[in-house]
């Protein structure tokens, strides 16, 4: 099932100017920084709250390291801002992301891959989703 808002995902150029921009302008000063090279991004993610079910809810700002990345295309076209959305999980990502592409929605890739903080990942595209890029995230246990 999916339980909560895991993160928003925001595209920027600059992810220690955002990354500030966030904590003066809005006190959120709980951050996690890491490089996934696989997704082509650097980020930070900010804790904003805990949720009833164990986990919590963030905003993921992330930066392309490299040219052909996703988020490199996306920002060349569109400029900085919200990137995608990402629903959590309470059981196995994969399940349901089979009972989501039953119901004729392309999932991106055939197996979960490496999200942030050791979470397992996988996308929906934004053209079956009403233009929204939409990412499920099982958070590790
Ligand atoms: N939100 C909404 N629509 C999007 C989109 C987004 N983020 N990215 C692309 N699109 C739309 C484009 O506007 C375009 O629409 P039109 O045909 O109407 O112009 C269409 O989808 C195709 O876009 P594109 O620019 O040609 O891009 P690609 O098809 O090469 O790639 C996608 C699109 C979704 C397959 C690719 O971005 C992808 O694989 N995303 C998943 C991985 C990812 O985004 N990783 C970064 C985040 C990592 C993390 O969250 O941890
Ligand atoms: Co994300």
Known sequence: MLTRIDHIGIACHDLDATVEFYRS???FTDVHFEVNEEQGVREAMLKINETGDGAASYLQLIEPIRDDSPVAKWLAKNGEGVHHIAFGTDGDV?????GIAGKGVRVLYEAPRRGSMGSRINFLHPKDCHGVLTELVQKKS
């Open 25 to 27: 302008t809005y006190g």
């Open 94 to 98: 994969q399940d349901e992301a089979d």
